[in-house]
């Protein structure tokens, strides 16, 4: 059975902007981002997009639950909020079709 974690962007854009991707891949295995985690990745400037497009062990859901999001939303901000609360994810994509 192939790990997955639910990730933030922060791990992502720490081993991006050192080129260690492939790193992180061998340390968690499979990622699960949200929607939300997807665009602040290809939002934020010292990310490495390419990088992060090729990563097919990166994959995207979308979050099926927006009140739960929405009652994180006062102290979290909306990417954090949507990690949170992984049984509300489901994966939709892989990051190579994240534009």
Not at 17 to 30: D, F, P, T
Not at 89 to 94: D, K, P, V
Request: charged share 30%; with cysteine.
């Amino acid at each position: 059975m192939k790990k997955l974690i639910i990730s933030d962007a922060t791990p992502i854009i720490a081993f991006s902007r050192i080129g260690k991707l492939e790193l992180l891949h061998q340390i968690v295995g499979e990622i699960l981002i949200p929607e939300e985690v997807s665009r602040e990745l290809f939002e934020y400037k010292k990310t490495d997009v390419k990088s992060i497009k090729h990563c097919k062990w990166i994959h995207v859901g979308a979050v099926k639950s927006r009140s739960d999001v929405e009652l994180l939303m006062p102290t979290l901000d909306r990417g954090e909020s949507e990690v949170i609360n992984p049984a509300t994810i489901q994966e939709t994509r892989s990051s190579k079709s994240t534009t």
